[in-house]
């Protein structure tokens, strides 16, 4: 292992609270229970709690500060610094030093364990444990980026996507999905020896060739002739869900709108937006019969009256 005054970041001159306080700084970030999908920061976690563990007992880090043991709290020499023997105080013939089963300190436990439980208690609640050995690593997470039809996304339509290991699976769309939604998959990541990583699918909505989104709801310019403006009409009009009818009401103008109940996306509470149509008037051009009506018929509104014009 390390220096362990370069694992916490402190100074060999470091107080005993400049050592906790550097530990408990690193303990909340590298915890694993706050990085579960990244083992290097579980192994980081390891390595600054050994280093905690040998730097809060007083008697291993004077040893260790005379050289006499390593950072891992080993004897630097064979048959440690007294000459043929291992630590005085403790019973005879451990190695380890005092106590039945454990590192320096009471019986089967490491130095300093009750200020270890104290901080981890208080950094995570009572769920913070220490642990001899993290935890199998899981398989590398990936990431895909699926680009879904406009009327796929607006209507949910299930997306049959490939994964990197060869198998094809039905993806559904979430309830509310729009540009940028990320889609976690548990397990279908790599590979790894604590089981597979995860993937993330991140969903791009296609432009449309005439719908446009509006929030949950979709708008369409549909154009519509003179004669079913003035006259009125029923006409086909393209939705997400497929064609419909539509009324035109008799003297519609261009830009009325016309709203087609839960035509739009789906919502995150499951309700569905509306299809909201604008009418445009399309005139022919170099039409005789109709600029020759336009010569003999007189509109006396002033349409622009509204406006100050």
């Known amino acids: 292992m390390a220096d362990p005054y370069t694992l916490l970041g402190v100074p060999r001159s470091a107080t005993e609270a400049d050592i ?4 408990r700084k690193l303990a909340k970030e590298l915890h694993p229970d706050a990085n579960q999908d990244n083992p290097k920061a579980t192994d980081r976690f390891s390595e600054v709690t050994s280093a905690y563990d040998l730097l809060s007992d007083k008697d291993k880090r004077a040893r260790f500060d005379r050289g006499e043991i390593d950072g891992d709290g080993n004897p630097t020499s064979p048959f440690g610094a007294g000459g043929g023997g291992f630590r005085g105080g403790g019973a005879r013939g451990n190695p380890f030093g005092q106590g039945a089963g454990g590192f320096g300190g009471a019986a089967g436990g490491f130095a300093g364990d009750g200020d270890m439980g104290g901080i981890f208690e208080e950094l995570f609640g009572g769920r913070g444990r220490r642990t001899s050995a993290p935890p199998p690593r899981k398989g590398a997470n990936v990431a895909y980026r699926l680009a879904v039809g406009f009327t796929d996304a607006a209507t949910l339509n299930p997306q049959r996507i ?18 940028g939604t990320q889609m976690r998959l548990a397990g279908k990541g790599e590979p790894g ?9 991140t969903i791009e909505i296609k432009s449309h060739a ?63 937006g509306d299809q909201l149509v604008s009418l445009m008037i399309d005139l022919p051009t170099d039409d005789a019969a109709l600029q020759a009506f336009v010569e003999t018929w007189e509109d006396g509104r002033n349409i622009r009256s509204a406006m100050g014009a």
């Open 20 to 23: 906790k306080k550097a530990y």
């Open 162 to 179: 490939t994964l990197s290991d060869g198998k094809t699976i039905n993806l559904k769309l979430p309830a509310g999905v729009e540009n």
């Open 210 to 272: 005439f719908f446009r989104r509006d929030g949950a709801d979709v708008r369409i310019d549909l154009p519509v002739t003179l004669v079913e403006a003035v006259a009125g009409a029923k006409v086909k009009v393209p939705t997400v869900d497929g064609p419909v009818m539509l009324a035109v009401p008799a003297g519609a103008s261009s830009g009325k709108v016309l709203r087609l109940k839960g035509r739009g996306f789906t919502r995150k509470d499951g309700t569905r």
């Open 193 to 201: 020896p604590g089981g597979a990583g995860d993937a993330t699918v």
